[in-house]
Nanobody, 129 residues
């Protein structure tokens, strides 16, 4: 069974850090695009970052560039999202999902939600004083 499970969320003060994990089972995620998304109350789900671990290709939303880093550990079949200098605007439920569609392997990563599947249940991140 293909499954992604997120973990690592929590309550932190603005300026602090968290590392989220997205663990895969039922498939090897290094050959998929794995995306991180977040959804704040009353807002649409938005893309935060995406990686294709097999080639080390990653993209970021402008709002998180320089603060967030996505990485993959193929041995652990897990993708991480290191989040530094968290801001209240980063608050939301964070999800990961997988995608294989794309004209090239580089095109597999997008920040939209189209054609992403195997969505996890999410992990709550709250940055508040």
């Amino acid at each position: 069974q293909v499954q992604l499970v997120e973990s690592g969320g929590g309550l932190v003060q603005p300026g602090e850090s968290l590392r989220l994990s997205c663990a895969a089972s039922g498939f090897g995620l290094e050959f998929y695009a794995i995306g991180w998304f977040r959804q704040a109350p009353g807002k649409e789900r938005e893309g935060v970052s995406c990686i294709v671990s097999s080639i080390g290709h990653a993209i970021y939303a402008d709002s998180v560039k320089g603060r967030f880093t996505i990485s993959g550990d193929n041995a652990k079949n897990t993708v991480y999202l290191q989040m530094n200098s968290l801001e209240p605007e980063d608050t939301g439920v964070y999800y990961c999902a997988a995608r294989t569609r794309g004209a090239t392997v580089y095109d597999m990563c997008i920040l939209g939600t189209d054609d992403f599947g195997a969505w996890g249940r999410g992990t709550q991140v709250t940055a508040s004083s």
